[in-house]
């Protein structure tokens, strides 16, 4: 089993920074790819940011050239710098995780972990 836990959340002020972490733990041979995702009341969960084990990166366009996602390798991590936050930008941060568990087997599996509430205030 893996565990994953966001931390770093809070109020911020609009123009203001957070970064954001994620720790995965347990069996863990592999980490592939890691991805930020946000929901805010009443929408759907929705993509912010992902890297791959190779260090490439995907963002939506609505946070280019403000956030920056980057990761760990040997601590299992991946953070989120947010910079020039946005009201919009109110929701719940989630962390996932695609997990090669063992290396005996090639399966994987995405674990998410439970959020964290970013609230960007006006």
């Known amino acids: 089993q893996v565990q994953l836990v966001e931390s770093g959340g809070g109020l911020v002020q609009s123009g203001g920074s957070l970064r954001l972490s994620c720790a995965a733990s347990?069996?863990?041979?592999?980490?592939?790819?890691m991805g930020w995702y946000r929901q805010a009341p009443g929408t759907e969960r929705e993509l912010v940011a992902t890297?791959?084990?190779?260090?490439?990166?995907d963002y939506a366009d609505s946070v280019k050239g403000r956030f920056t996602v980057s990761r760990d390798n040997a601590k299992n991590a991946a953070y989120l710098q947010m910079n020039s936050l946005k009201p919009e930008d109110t929701a719940v941060y989630y962390c996932?995780?695609?997990?090669?568990?063992?290396?005996?087997?090639?399966?994987?599996?995405?674990?998410w972990g439970p959020g964290t509430q970013v609230t960007v205030s006006s």
């Open positions: 347990g069996s863990i041979f592999s980490i592939y790819a």
């Open positions: 996932n995780a695609d997990v090669r568990p063992y290396s005996d087997t090639t399966y994987r599996t995405l674990y």
């Open positions: 890297i791959n084990n190779f260090g490439s990166t």
